[in-house]
């Protein structure tokens, strides 16, 4: 008998367990080699991206530390007008930021995300209110016109014999205008053209807001020198303020030389409205009052002291003030106080 070495196993009669080791072996292999392939691509595509990275990795050889030029030209522009722009080495151009996209107002389309960041930087600046300074240029008069008052005005029956009679000065305008407020360097000519223009001695005007060349400087030094009218402690007239009711006839009270009201309390009591008019001004304004001066449109109890007076107001008023003097008849009219 012949001793034959054992059979040996087949491919096909091996243990199940080693064939299934071989198996898993061999694709953890290929899926690593896969892997890395994958990931490689990945790498090599995002450095080939960036110059700086290849030259980073030793891949490229580095570019000179200065800076590069790139234009970047305007879709609507023509290729004559384009500009080029200059980045830093590793600066990438930025695109053009909407106004709308900002936020901020006043944000230009070039600005750059550093700007934004900053509302500092484009922040308005703050406006500043500029006082206007009173027009003391020379102007020409011109002869008054009072065809803008119609006879149903109800100021006529006292504007229209000032004016067939002279008081009524000429203005820088022609028309009358009689509802609109009346200035000081208005209010000094009525004065002025009603009472006579002769200064009195030793007075000189003396007001750094109304030159020599200024249309209603005679008028001033007139109504200033003979007592109707005065400036400010400033040194100022202001010409072109406006006149409260209760500075016209505290003017035509002291002009006139009235004497002040014993009992002002008592001839004010006709009004409703004297709450506004200041104390000092109250002796004043009674004494006007007592020699018939006051002309109150629309309701004769009510004065309105504070209310900026018009041109028909002051003339109405300074009409009476020429009746008590005789210069002028006297004029039938609601308004009149008695």
Do not use: C
Request: glycine residues 6%; charged residues 20%.
């Amino acid at each position: 008998m012949v001793n034959l070495p054992p059979d040996q196993p087949s491919p096909t009669t091996q243990p199940e367990s080693r064939r299934r080791d071989r198996i898993l072996e061999f694709d953890e292999l290929l899926a690593v080699v896969l892997a890395f392939l994958g990931i490689g691509s990945i790498l090599w595509w995002g450095l080939s991206r960036s110059q700086s990275g290849l030259a980073d990795f030793g891949l490229l050889p580095r570019r000179d530390e200065g800076a590069a030029t790139i234009a970047i030209p305007d879709r609507d522009a023509p290729a004559e007008a384009v500009e080029p722009r200059t980045f830093e080495r590793g600066d990438r151009p930025q695109r053009d930021i909407p106004e709308r996209a900002t936020g901020l107002p006043g944000v230009s389309r070039e600005s750059s995300r550093s700007d934004i960041a900053s509302p500092t930087q484009v922040a308005p600046a703050p406006v500043v209110p500029v006082p206007v300074a009173p027009s003391t240029t020379a102007a020409t008069t011109q002869p008054v016109d009072i065809s803008d008052v119609p006879e149903t005005h109800w100021a006529y029956p006292f504007i229209k014999p000032m004016y067939d009679q002279g008081y009524l000065p000429d203005f820088p305008e022609s028309g009358f205008q009689p509802d609109q407020p009346l200035t000081r360097a208005e209010l000094a000519s009525l004065l002025s053209q009603a009472f006579g223009d002769a200064p009195r001695e030793g007075t000189a005007l003396t007001f750094e807001d109304v030159p020599g060349t200024y249309w209603a400087a005679p008028a001033i030094d007139s109504a200033v020198s003979q007592g109707f009218m005065s400036g400010y402690p400033e040194g100022d007239f202001r010409p072109d303020q406006a006149v409260p009711r209760y500075e016209v006839l505290v003017s035509l009270a002291t002009g006139l030389g009235l004497p002040d009201s014993p009992a002002p309390d008592s001839t004010l009591a006709a009004f409703v409205d004297v709450n506004p008019l200041p104390e000092w001004a109250r002796p004043k304004v009674a004494a006007a009052t007592e020699n018939l001066i006051v002309v109150n449109y629309p309701s004769p109890d009510q004065l309105k002291p504070a209310q900026a007076a018009t041109r028909a107001e002051i003339v109405a008023m300074i009409h009476q003030a020429l009746v008590a003097r005789g210069a002028l008849p006297v004029v039938q009219s609601e308004y009149a106080v008695p």
